[in-house]
Nanobody, 120 residues
Framework: QVQLQESGGGLVQAGGSLRLSCATS??????MGWFRQASGKEREFIAA???????YYADSVKGRFTVSKDIATNTGYLKLNNLQPEDTAVYYC????????????????WGHGTQVLVSS
């Protein structure tokens, strides 16, 4: 049974940075996506990295966030730079199952999330 666990969230001032990690267990290499959900809003796509290491980003984070993956440890990373208050949300990693990377419904397994809070 594949399990995912995010870490690295926290409180940061506007303009600051964080690096989120997604540790995986019980599975083989797969494409990984990152989503976030702000209070009262729907879960939205942030970034994804394919098994071939191709990366995809939402326009709202392109140039600020960087997705990567360590195949040896099967750990995913999301580097968040120049954070803004509107980036405040719970961030999730997920294992992709099929179809386009941009929709949450195409991911089979999710972590429990890590909170990112950006103060102004």
């Amino acid at each position: 049974q594949v399990q995912l666990q995010e870490s690295g969230g926290g409180l940061v001032q506007a303009g600051g940075s964080l690096r989120l990690s997604c540790a995986t267990s019980g599975g083989t290499d797969y494409a990984m996506g990152w989503f976030r959900q702000a209070s009262g809003k729907e879960r939205e796509f942030i970034a994804a990295i394919s098994r071939g290491m191709t990366t995809y980003y939402a326009d709202s984070v392109k140039g600020r966030f960087t997705v990567s993956k360590d195949i040896a440890t099967n750990t995913g990373y999301l580097k968040l730079n120049n954070l803004q208050p509107e980036d405040t949300a719970v961030y999730y990693c997920a294992a992709h199952s099929s179809g386009t990377y941009y929709y949450a419904r195409n991911y089979a397994i999710w972590g429990h999330g890590t909170q990112v809070l950006v103060s102004s």
